[in-house]
């Protein structure tokens, strides 16, 4: 993770990660968000980035295709299990 966010932003001026999985393949130039653990990030990839020691205290924006807030409620008990809350 650190050499992927570092060279555009050191990791000490980070405020937020703006969280959204992807129905598309990287590199794919489109922007087509999955709910989180859905898509191609999955899971796996969140638990990873939501653990990560660099990021620990960081504030959290979701951006997911949620249609009512208990989607959004969703997505956010799915990154709080993966975080190990």
């Keep these: 993770m650190r050499s992927f966010c570092s060279w555009r932003t050191p990791l000490a001026r980070l ?7 992807t129905r598309v393949q990287l590199g794919s130039r489109v ?3 999955a709910n989180i653990g859905m898509g191609n990030i ?5 638990a990873a980035l ?3 020691p660099s990021l620990d205290g960081l504030a959290g924006l979701i951006e997911t295709p949620a249609r009512t ?4 409620v969703r997505d956010i008990a799915v990154l ?5 809350d």
């Design 15 to 21: 405020a937020l990660v703006h969280l959204n999985d």
């Design 50 to 52: 939501v653990r990560h």
């Design 80 to 84: 709080k299990r993966l975080r190990g």
């Design 69 to 72: 807030i208990e989607d959004d």
């Design 42 to 46: 999955g899971e796996r990839g969140f």
């Design 31 to 33: 922007d087509r968000h």
